[in-house]
């Protein structure tokens, strides 16, 4: 009953195979285009940084940045 259950199954991915595309995707990076993708032209900011230096564990603490009224 098992082998059919999952003959039944891998059938039926295979037939949705036919009609849905699912490219492989990296995890690692955004893709291209992607808001949360790094510009290399410029430099990090003061607040890049500190958040930077904290994903690494080396501490860093982001000041507010906006204009006091």
Do not use: F, W
């Amino acid at each position: 009953m098992r082998s059919l259950a999952r003959a039944c199954l891998d059938a039926l991915i295979a037939y949705g195979q036919i009609y849905m595309y699912v490219p492989d995707q990296r995890i690692d990076e955004p893709g291209p285009g992607h808001p949360e993708r790094l510009c290399a032209d410029g430099p990090l900011t003061e607040t890049e940084r500190a958040l930077s230096r904290q994903l690494e564990g080396r501490g860093g603490r982001i000041r507010n940045v906006r204009k006091q009224r």
